[in-house]
């Protein structure tokens, strides 16, 4: 069964550990993600972006096959399904079609809409169990086509956001989504700590966790972070299994061609990523 992630988030910021998010975009990655969880004893947060909730035929058919997958898989660790970067309309969409957890990212709209709006599903999200994420500040980086380089977020600003009520906050801190550029000047964590002393208690999100060094993950997650999100390294590793399953020639050898077959390196490379950053992230056994 599906759960909210506050639960695994509060417990992660008092154990100084995080909660890994990874995303997914078909059964291959949702199945090899939910065992490594599972053989980790780790909580885990899927994330489902508008792109690839379209990708996977609607948020009502992800929410069938997670649930389906939990049940036969016999997955006891704790698991949030989770919008990632969703747009107002789209927050609807996933609380109707039984998501677990949400993300309104209002960092385009001016502080007072972005707040107007948070207030409101903050409300609606409280009623239906749900775990909110806010967004401060955009996070740098491609995102369905729009490059930006990390942004810092205001402090006073988060704080304003995470007074709502909302469960946990994605502030900008130079972070960026997708490959770092030989230029990147590092994560503020000057700008992480007065984030964190202004709001708290609040989990604190880390978006555009591939290519981060460990050592700066490390330091953030000290510094209040308790949910990193990790997206295009989970598709680079399965990008390089399958290349090399292709280029060997073994998709021309007996059945090979057969997709169960085809895909297995790539499912395996995920699963593999994922254990590497479940025990980086620290929160292995943590179930």
Not at 54 to 81: D, F, S
Not at 163 to 187: C, F, R
Not at 211 to 226: R, Y
Request: glycine share 12%.
């Amino acid at each position: 069964m599906l759960v909210s992630a506050k639960e695994m988030l509060t417990k992660a910021k008092e154990g100084h550990y995080a909660v890994g998010q990874f995303n997914i975009n078909n059964l291959e990655w949702a199945k090899s993600i939910l065992l490594t969880a599972q053989e980790m004893n780790s909580p885990v947060i899927l994330g489902v972006s508008e792109g690839a909730g379209k990708y996977m035929c609607g948020y009502k058919t992800i929410v069938g096959m997670i649930n389906g997958m939990i049940e036969e898989l016999k997955i006891t660790v704790p698991v949030a399904l989770h919008l990632d970067h969703g747009t107002y309309e789209h927050c609807y969409k996933c609380i109707e079609a039984g998501f677990s957890s949400i993300m309104f990212d209002g960092s385009h709209y001016p502080i007072e809409e972005n707040i107007e709006k948070t207030k409101e599903l903050v409300k609606v999200a409280a009623e239906k169990g749900l775990s909110l994420e806010a967004e401060v500040g955009s996070i740098g980086g491609e995102e369905d086509g729009v490059v930006g380089m990390g942004e810092c977020a205001d402090p006073d600003e988060c704080k304003m956001i995470a007074d709502l009520g909302v469960t946990m906050l994605a502030a900008g801190i130079g972070n960026i989504h997708g490959k770092y550029p030989e230029n990147w000047a590092g994560l503020s964590f000057e700008t992480l700590a007065k984030v964190q002393e202004k709001t708290g208690k609040m989990p604190l999100v880390l978006h555009g966790g591939t290519g981060i060094p460990e050592d700066m993950i490390k330091k953030a997650i000290d510094l209040g972070v308790s949910k990193i999100n990790v997206n295009t390294e989970c598709q680079l590793s399965f990008a390089a299994a399958t290349r090399k399953y292709i280029e060997e020639g073994k998709d021309l050898q007996g059945k090979g061609f057969d997709p169960r077959k085809l895909l297995a390196p790539g499912a395996e490379a995920i699963k593999a990523t994922v254990k590497e950053k479940i025990e980086l992230f620290g929160s292995a056994n943590k179930a």
